[in-house]
């Protein structure tokens, strides 16, 4: 008798803590309605300044080598957003921030497809308190409802990635004629 009401008392609260833990680390249930993984999250960073313009062309009068990115904007059910806004802003090739003007920083708008197109240069490497960030492109990803995502993108085979590099956030990088070019996909919610 004593051994069945420490079952009954114990077996749920062993449950309740396995499924919390279970869905603690995975952010959740799964949802079989959501065929894309959301694009993960990564800090905003200090330099952000609102009001960028639209331009898909960033740092045309800067030195450094020219790098182009493209992909798509998608829905976690794999939908393109038309008119998803690209809010970009980055180093220039030795590492240092515009605050002056907007340079390196601007919005792209997704077109019908969803598609966005971003030419820029290779941005640099910077020290921070002694530690040396990766090259970067800080990145907010919003959908024309407003709903908006927060990253940054990374190089494949950088010696500085930090703890704030994510492994689905490193671009692989192709050179053709002396331009860099990568695709990344971008999946929001809708």
Not at 69 to 98: L, M, R
Not at 143 to 148: K, Y
Not at 149 to 161: C, I, W
Not at 174 to 189: C, P, Q, R, W
């Amino acid at each position: 008798m004593l051994l069945k009401k420490i079952i009954i008392v114990i077996v749920p609260i062993i449950t309740v803590l396995v499924l919390g833990s279970v869905l603690w680390q995975n952010d959740g249930l799964p949802n079989s309605n959501h065929s894309c993984a959301l694009t993960e999250g990564n800090v905003e960073g200090p330099y952000y300044i609102a009001g960028a313009p639209q331009k898909e062309k960033l740092g045309e009068l800067l030195e450094g080598e020219k790098l182009i990115i493209s992909g798509h904007v998608f829905d976690y059910n794999c939908n393109p957003i038309p008119g998803a806004i690209i809010d970009i802003w980055q180093t220039d090739s030795e590492g240092n921030y515009y605050f002056e003007d907007f340079t390196l920083r601007g919005k792209i708008h997704a077109d019908e497809n969803g598609i966005y197109h971003l030419e820029t240069i290779f941005p640099g490497k910077y020290s921070e308190s002694g530690i040396v960030r990766p090259s970067h492109l800080h990145v907010k990803i919003s959908s024309p409802e407003g709903e908006q995502l927060t990253t940054q993108l990374y190089f494949a085979g950088d010696e500085h990635h930090d703890w704030l590099v994510k492994p689905s956030l490193i671009l692989q990088i192709n050179e053709t004629d002396g331009v860099k070019y990568s695709e990344f996909d971008f999946t929001i919610a809708p």
